[in-house]
């Protein structure tokens, strides 16, 4: 059995990693999975909540956006919801 994109059906997509993707960010890789893009970026600040300062201990925060036209059906962008709140 074959999966519509012609792969066997225990076949992986092709799996790609394009690192330094963009300038500005600390660090940055770009990531295909298939026809999938999925763009990382990091970047560095040296403050943490107040409850972990002196700890030795760093902070992660993340978030996850997809922009329209990444998928078939539309999709709003999570900043414009937030820009609408606050302006209105």
Do not use: H, Q
């Not at 990531?31 to 909540?49: H, N, Y």
């Not at 992660?60 to 709140?85: C, H, N, Q, W």
């Amino acid at each position: 059995m074959t999966r519509p994109d012609g792969r066997a059906a225990d076949e992986l997509r092709p799996i790609g990693f394009e690192r330094d993707y963009t300038e500005m960010a600390a660090g940055s890789v770009l990531v295909t999975f298939g026809k999938t893009r999925v763009l990382c970026t990091a970047s560095i600040d040296e403050d943490v909540p107040r409850w972990m300062r002196n700890s030795g201990k760093g902070w992660v925060t993340a978030e996850y956006s997809m922009l329209p036209g990444a998928s078939p059906e539309r999709i709003d962008r999570e900043a414009a919801k937030v820009f609408a709140r606050f302006s209105a």
